[in-house]
């Protein structure tokens, strides 16, 4: 059912959170309307956006200070506004939504590659932007590959 | 075919499975002018990384710098005089312009219209000289600062006589041979074909998506700079074929004149920067969006206090979002015009590369 027939595109925000299901309300801050929560599952929040029409518009990633991990802000536009959704990353990896999203397919791709994060349930095509090398060199102050539940990394699955 | 594309001169690959002449799939390798962009700028600091970000693209060097800048001046508070915001809507059509007659050029070569080719590259070269007359500079041209721009327009309305000698060439044959000619229609209508579900989901941005019926467009979405105060039209084409970006680029060639015009008239006077000589920033993350001449370019910026570089830079480009669509546009199509189709994207690889 085409969510933007039934909520006029007004209320579009006001009605994301009811949406998934969660209380929290949106918190405007560094040009992004931002909504945080502890219960926000990622495949979810991908599934609403669907339903909503945002355009997906990029993920970055961020490598927290000391061993606070990595943090994963996902940014999709609804009509001219920009909306945050952050994830901190338990065990260096997180649910691919390539399978909801097609846009998200390179931005993926480059976040494996330079910070070594494991999109799982996706395959990975040769490495975007260094073919051949070890993912994590780019942008990650130290360059170990995630290893999945296999032993092996994403990159290693791929050429086994 | 590739990594060296056969008109563009910049490195990426495309490996396509034909039938014949058919193409059936295709897949795409970028990378090849992988340079860590984004990893350098959190070794330079608030004044370098600003010289470090005009380099991400030769064509919309402005543009970054412009994003850049927007995203410092949330994380210092600064608000740019109403004078730094004409200025910087200015010079961001004239790179728009610069960008799409330059385009312009290579897709004439490409469809073999070898004579357009020289005309767009004159036009374009004029372009410059007014960007030049600006800022002293034809491709890296330093206007953007935190908090403004660096230079003023002392003359705006001996720059709108450029503008205007400009615009009647364009009218006189851009324009015209682009929208009625044969040979363009024969060479482009029809053909790489991206449809407006396939533009929606790959994530599409700028004249890309616009040919393909999404109305999308920064500058009246959500506006920046001087924006809000100008009267302007977003071309939309629903055919989503080469001819239709190619449509809309020569129309926005227009509204870009349109949009010069009234920016020059109407420019406020008073300063051009905030004038702050010590730059505070608070901790925090700041998003700005810009709508280059190829589409969305967003930066995320990160900074601690008191500290001299930012702490991480994302630069999500145009060229990133609109690439992986070329696998749609080239499937069906005929080798022969895979070069075309690639173009009719404009795509950067600089920018993508970072």
């Known amino acids: ?160 | 075919m590739g990594p060296y594309h056969p008109a563009l001169e910049e490195p990426y690959k495309l490996d396509m499975i034909c039938e014949g002449e058919t193409v059936i799939d295709a897949k795409l390798h970028i990378g090849f002018n992988f340079r860590g962009i984004e990893h350098l700028a959190e070794s330079r600091n608030y004044i370098q990384v600003i010289a470090l970000m005009e380099r991400v693209c030769g064509i919309c060097s402005n543009i970054h710098t412009l994003t850049l800048c927007q995203a410092m001046e949330q994380l210092t508070n600064q608000t740019p005089p109403p004078r730094a915001q004409y200025i910087r809507v200015v010079v961001a059509e004239l790179e728009r312009l610069h960008s799409h007659v330059l385009w312009a050029g290579i897709a004439a070569k490409l469809m073999g219209f070898k004579t357009m080719f020289m005309t767009c590259f004159e036009i374009r070269e004029k372009v410059m000289d007014v960007l030049q007359a600006i800022s002293g500079n034809r491709v890296n041209y330093s206007m953007n600062s935190i908090g403004g721009v660096n230079r003023d327009i002392d003359d705006p309305l001996a720059v709108l006589a450029m503008i205007e000698q400009l615009e009647r060439e364009m009218v006189r044959t851009v324009i015209p041979i682009f929208t009625t000619s044969t040979t363009a229609r024969s060479r482009c209508a029809g053909i790489g074909v991206l449809t407006n579900q396939r533009a929606i989901s790959c994530g599409t941005v700028g004249p890309t998506a616009r040919a393909s019926g999404l109305p999308q467009d920064l500058r009246r979405a959500a506006p920046y700079a001087a924006y809000s105060e100008m009267e302007f039209e977003v071309p939309v084409q629903h055919d989503g074929d080469v001819r239709a970006r190619l449509l809309v680029r020569a129309l926005e060639i227009m509204e870009s004149c349109k949009i010069l015009r009234q920016a020059l008239t109407k420019m406020p006077s008073g300063d051009i920067n905030t004038g702050d000589a010590k730059i505070v920033f608070s901790t925090g993350t700041a998003t700005s969006r810009v709508e280059a001449p190829r589409g969305e370019v967003m930066y995320s910026v990160s900074w601690k206090e008191n500290s001299r570089n930012p702490s991480r830079v994302h630069v999500r480009t145009p060229t990133f979002a609109n690439m992986p669509a070329i696998r749609w546009m080239v499937m069906g199509a005929r080798l022969a015009d895979t070069p075309l189709i690639q173009a009719s994207i404009d795509p950067c690889y600089s920018c993508t590369d970072r």
């Not at chain 1, 299901?21 to 609403?48: C, N, P, Q, Y």
């Not at chain 1, 001219?80 to 097609?102: K, P």
């Not at chain 1, 260094?130 to 130290?142: F, I, K, S, Y």
Request: aromatic share 8%.
């Open chain 1, 1 to 160: 059912m085409n969510a933007v027939a039934i909520i006029p595109e007004q209320n579009l925000l006001q009605a994301i959170p009811e949406k998934l299901g969660i209380s929290e309300r949106w918190v405007e801050k560094g040009g992004v309307h931002w909504l945080a929560s502890d219960t926000l599952h990622v495949r979810d929040l991908a599934a609403v956006m669907n339903k909503c029409h945002a355009r997906f518009i990029t993920i970055t990633a961020y490598q927290m200070p000391g061993d606070q991990g990595l943090r994963l802000e996902y940014h999709w536009d609804v009509n001219g506004n920009v909306l945050g959704f952050s994830f901190q990353l338990a065990a260096n990896s997180i649910e691919s939504i390539y399978d909801l999203c097609e846009a998200v397919d390179w931005i993926e791709r480059e976040i494996h590659e330079g910070f070594a994060i494991d999109f799982t349930g996706r395959e990975y095509e040769p490495l975007l932007l260094r073919q051949g090398d070890t993912p994590g060199v780019n942008l990650r102050e130290t360059g170990t590959p995630n290893k999945t539940a296999t032993g092996l990394s994403a990159q290693e699955e791929v050429k086994k």
